[in-house]
């Protein structure tokens, strides 16, 4: 398809007290966003000339008009579409708008472009239309460690591999499969070492108090307090004959 010289454009500087709003036009414009339209043409000029019908109404270029005026600019590039119908008109209207929202973004190609622009530290950010915290927010995506894929379920109709007792040996690592309350599955994973560090499943003042005959909840509470406070290494702990003790 090529262009006609009847449809080829041409740019006219016309003064914006000529250019007459829409009565058909959708589009609200805020405050905050005709600010930050003037501060893009103080900063990188005016690029795109208004739209205009025969009678200099705005067929698209409602908010560069008032970012125009709010920066004092008196003559204004236009461009008369003298070749569409009032149906046409209307439906552009719309269309104008409308279409560019349809679009989307590469975040990551625009995490780049943040990052790279941020960097050079020459012009405000925010002169691309995007709020700090936007942009923050599509930085922190970019650099977020990708979410690990979940394990497969385990297939219980299968015979297990490991049996209570297995030591496993990784390395210097070893991995034993028993049961945490019995000291013989300690003496068989440690042999004479001692732990610095246990961690188990966190259970509260009530489920251990029950585990223990005779115990209550405050008991077990002091004692972890004491253990904490202290800051000492936990080594060894178990409970047996209802008591805490310490090996």
């Not at 936007?134 to 379920?153: F, K, Q």
């Not at 008991?219 to 060894?236: P, Q, S, T």
Request: net charge negative; charged share 30%.
């Amino acid at each position: 398809m090529r262009l006609t010289e009847e449809s080829k454009l041409n740019i006219v500087y016309q003064d914006l007290d000529q250019l007459h709003s829409n009565p058909h036009n959708a589009r609200t414009h805020s405050k905050h966003q005709i600010r930050q339209l003037a501060e893009s043409m103080r900063q990188c000029g005016w690029t795109t000339p208004i739209l205009v019908d025969a009678n200099n109404t705005i067929i698209a270029g409602h908010g560069r008009k008032a970012a125009a005026k709010l920066l004092g600019i008196a003559e204004v590039p236009t461009i008369r579409l003298d070749g569409l119908t009032k149906e046409q008109i209307r439906a552009y209207v719309i269309a104008d708008n409308k279409l560019a929202e349809n679009a989307g973004w590469d975040r990551e190609i625009l995490a780049i472009e943040f990052q790279e622009l941020l960097a050079l530290d020459c012009l405000d950010i925010t002169v691309t239309g995007f709020e700090i915290p936007e942009i923050d927010l599509i930085l922190e995506e970019a650099n977020r460690a990708p979410e690990e894929e979940a394990p497969p379920e385990p297939d219980f109709d299968q015979e297990p591999v490991t049996q209570l007792g297995d030591l496993w040996l990784l390395g210097k690592h070893r991995i034993i499969c028993g049961n945490s309350l019995h000291q013989a599955t300690y003496r068989e994973l440690m042999g004479s070492r001692r732990a610095a560090m246990v961690s188990d499943r966190e259970q509260s003042a009530e489920e251990i108090s029950d585990q223990i005959p005779g115990s209550e909840p405050w008991d077990v509470l002091h004692c972890c307090r004491r253990l904490c406070v202290r800051g000492k290494a936990i080594e060894g702990y178990w409970h047996a004959r209802g008591r805490f003790r310490r090996s």
